[in-house]
């Protein structure tokens, strides 16, 4: 078993949708959990950094993190096709090496 | 510029050969990141560097991978004797400080034939 999984989709919704990312983890020392963007052909860049428990709200985008479950969430309302990307999330332990342990990225398309 | 650059950005090598990747970081990060993103995988984590010190190399996949930072900030990645299975994406993150955001290049394709 790996230690994060992600649903690799794909995932295609109409323009407007809410969209719901999610990824699940198997190691309690992952503290920081971070869900990155990438567009083809480009490097992964950040849309969420979460620290522990709780949601956090930046524009359209919400991220949820629930440590008891070890399952993690990114909402995307009213969704565009500029969305449109691979979605991947990064975790990271609170001490040791600073490595991210990525997930297998969900790529998602929105529909005009 | 003010990201972090890669060169090249495309490479192809014949299955034997020895390549090396390049990573320019922005300026004033301390910590440099490699990571490997096989087609259609997430990235997984190659080695990082905090200043010119190697601090993790677990990720690794085997002794024919190499990565250095004699200075503190250009980092090169050398595969030596490369083979099919290393075809993908190779990326590189700076950052400012511990546990700060990873900022990535665009990554080096490397294609083995």
């Known amino acids: 078993q790996k230690e994060v999984e992600q649903d690799p989709g794909p995932l295609s919704v109409p323009e407007g949708a809410i969209v719901s990312l999610n990824c699940t983890y198997s190691?309690?020392?992952?503290?920081?959990f971070m869900w990155y963007r990438q567009y083809s052909r480009k490097g992964p860049e950040l849309l969420m950094y979460t620290y522990s428990s709780g949601n956090k709200e930046d524009g359209r985008f919400t991220a949820q993190v629930d440590k008891s479950s070890k399952y993690i969430s990114l909402f995307i309302r009213d969704s565009q096709p500029s969305d449109s990307a691979t979605y991947l999330c990064?975790?990271?332990?609170?001490?040791?090496?600073?490595?991210?342990?990525f997930g297998k990225g969900m790529k998602l398309t929105v529909n005009p | 510029g003010a990201g972090v650059s890669q060169s090249p950005r495309y490479k192809v090598a014949k299955r034997g050969q020895d390549v090396a990747l390049r990573c320019d970081p922005i300026?004033?990060?301390?910590?440099l990141f490699w990571y490997q993103q096989a087609l259609g995988q997430g990235p997984e984590f190659l080695t990082y560097f905090q200043n010119e010190a190697q601090l993790d190399k677990s990720g690794l996949p085997s002794d024919r991978f190499f990565a250095e930072r004699p200075e503190g900030s250009v980092s090169t990645l050398k595969i030596q004797r490369t083979q099919q299975e290393d075809s993908a994406v190779y990326l590189c993150a700076s950052s400012l400080a511990q546990r700060a955001e990873q900022f990535f290049g665009p990554g080096t394709r490397l294609t083995v034939l």
């Open positions: 300026s004033g990060h301390v910590s």
């Open positions: 990064a975790l990271l332990t609170q001490g040791g090496s600073e490595k991210l342990v």
């Open positions: 190691n309690s020392a992952f503290q920081y």
